[in-house]
């Protein structure tokens, strides 16, 4: 359930241009002359874009721009289509390739399909929606400028970017700038404050404001673009120069799974303190990641420029106050201890918390943690995700770090986004002894721990009106959607990723032994034999071929083992984009979403398989 490298989040952030630049004016207007249609190189965003100044200076819209002695060409498109004067909004441009765990950079496809002339038709509509004067600033890198996507973040980026704020200022009269960023492009706007003192109106939307904060929600030392020491706008607001005419606005969906509230309300809460002029909006986003405040950013810009009064502009778009202020005490539901000794939960304590069940199993009772969101709709079926182990694979001692930063708060907008992608009920159950559920995590595997999850899920279809669950588990996880699937009548689709659904075969591939207490696990290939077509009931197993966690030849026995007993199941082979090859979280979410919806193994497979499958074994089962 992590998002900050997920490919389909951080997607929306660059399409969500064209789509909103295309809702700006219904009127078409004809593609402008002179400006290159071909399409933006992903390879050259991958490898640094290279033009002379010579080359530059033949450019529409280009700017020659200097910084420690080394030049780079800046694309941007502008139009006044929508009105003259001396004053314009410029928003700069956001990401527009994804980072995996392994720190590999992929260019979003619909980026290469963009071209300077279609970024100067949309830059037309924007100003015609706007009234006034536009101007879309491309990044070294991106859009057709020159320079290193990959060199974001930096010191350099900030003053090339300025740099060109000044240069576009000379070349059309401009006496003020207005600025407005979004996601990404927020925060190359929000650090050009601490360098500038001729922009008046500043809104962040949906913006990376506090690179630290982010890092410490995700566990991580260093920037996605391994820069370990980025710029960090929070930590320049005491460069900003105090002004009676600057305003800032920052704009924020409460719920946003991107770049979090928290994160958002850090920065105001430190620019406030350090006296200047900000005031936080928070506003429904128009997407499922409650994210895309694009076109909330640009108009509450365009009317701050034109000099409408702050409670005005409150009371035009603020539409969504947090019940719960976003920086609000929100500890991790796991502590180191979970992976030594159980959690205790009583049955009247269980009782009181607003998303647990308590049940009884083999004589003792449980409080099993849930969260459900129906942000998405309303259905009786349901979709149910359940996670992996707690510890981490390279040093079982310590917790991994989604099960030591995740939070209640976080899961429970996790499930909202995710019941949004789904369009119905959507549900995370914590296993035994993890994520708020009492019991003993060492005790994962057992019969136990499965009976415990099906006891829940009878219980949450009496509470919510349920009658049919669509499982994905990741990991562990998978081995208790597997227990589920061979337990009960009313399962849907089952997605296993990165599954451990061969116990004995994972444990020998590992070169352990199996001793005793790996024989007590119950391991789902071994009631294979017992199980029975079900009409409706649709397996899939999820699996990298590289996986260094869970061998890819022990996932696909149980397929095999299956296939072989006349079950229908589907294999896919993923890369899983993490440094072990092993976390298909998202994707085993979505492909239980996609399986929920009725599409059918073909189109599934040829939406999800992107890496051929060894022929037998797999890279972790040889020894």
Known sequence: MRHFVAVLVCALVVLSIAREAAQAQSTTPAPAPNFETEPFSSSELLRGKRITQAECAALLEAVWVAVDQQGEC????HSTAGGSG????????????????????????????????????????????LRMPYIYLGRPGTYGSSGEYAKRRTAREIDLVSATLEAIKTRH???????????????????????????????????????????????RDEDVTGNKHPVDPVALVDQVVKRADLRIIVVTDPDDVVISARSQTAYV???????????????????????????????????CARGVRENAIVAKYQNKVPEIPPDADDPPLN????????????????????NAVWVRVDGAGYCVRYWMSTAGGSKDEAVVYIHGDLGD????????????????????????????????PYIAIGRLGAFGSSGDHRKRRSLLEI?????????????????????????????????????????????????VVSVKTRAHDQGKKIDSGTKALYDPLDHVAAMQPQPGRRMIVMSDPDDQIVSFRSQREFADRARAKGLPILHVSAD??????????????NMAIDCAKDMDDNALAAKYQNKAAPQSGGLSAIP
């Open 576 to 589: 899983a984009g993490t440094e072990s090859f092993h976390g298909l979280h998202n994707e085993s979410q």
């Open 393 to 424: 694979a390279k040093t079982p001692a310590q917790l991994n770090k989604y099960s030591a930063f995740m939070t209640a708060g976080r899961m429970q907008r996790e499930v909202q986004r995710w019941s949004r992608v789904y369009g119905g």
């Open 173 to 219: 009269g401009y006496t003020r700038l207005h600025l407005a960023g979004y996601s990404e492009g927020g925060h190359a706007t929000a650090a050009l404050l601490a360098r500038r003192t001729d922009v008046r109106c500043v809104v962040l939307a949906s913006s990376l404001l506090s690179v630290r904060s982010r890092l410490a929600e995700s566990g």
């Open 86 to 129: 001396p004053e314009a909004v410029v928003l700069v441009s956001s990401e527009v390739a994804s980072t995996n765990a392994r720190g590999e950079l992929k260019p979003y496809d619909f980026y290469g399909k963009l071209s300077p002339a279609a970024m100067q038709d949309q830059g037309v509509r924007w100003s015609r929606s």
């Open 269 to 303: 809460r430190r620019a406030s303190a350090a006296g200047l002029p900000v005031q936080q909006i928070f506003a429904a986003a128009s997407d499922v990641n409650a994210h895309n405040l694009l076109r909330t950013g640009l108009s509450a810009a365009a009317d």
């Open 74 to 77: 800046i694309r941007y498109y």
């Open 335 to 354: 502590t180191p201890a979970v992976l030594t000794r159980g959690v205790v939960v009583s049955e009247s304590q269980c009782k009181d918390l607003p």
């Open 451 to 499: 009976r415990a999850v099906v006891a829940a899920l009878d219980e949450l279809k009496v509470r919510h009106g349920l009658r049919r669950f669509h499982l994905a588990g990741q990991s562990g996880g998978a081995h208790t959607v597997a227990g589920i699937a061979q337990m009960r009548s009313d399962v849907g689709c089952a997605v296993m990723a990165s599954g």
